[in-house]
């Protein structure tokens, strides 16, 4: 998977796989969001607020792996 920094006081990279959306936080912990549609990874590339769109669009809204 392609991991993409961004700018953000919270998340350190994204990328998107094949449905899996993974998110690096600058905290070390990573978690994988499974059965992701592409257009909600699009959002979160153009969102202004990457950590709010983590807690109002992923969190509790797809099932996720903590790898870290």
């Not at 959306?21 to 909600?40: I, K, N, R, T």
């Amino acid at each position: 998977m392609q991991l993409i920094s961004v700018s953000s006081s919270n998340v350190s990279q994204i990328g998107y796989e094949n449905g899996i959306l993974e998110v690096h936080f600058h905290s070390g912990h990573v978690y994988q969001y499974l059965h992701v549609p592409e257009a909600v990874f699009r959002l979160f590339l153009s969102a202004s607020s990457k950590g709010q769109f983590v807690h109002q669009h992923l969190k509790g809204k797809f099932p996720f792996i903590r790898l870290r």
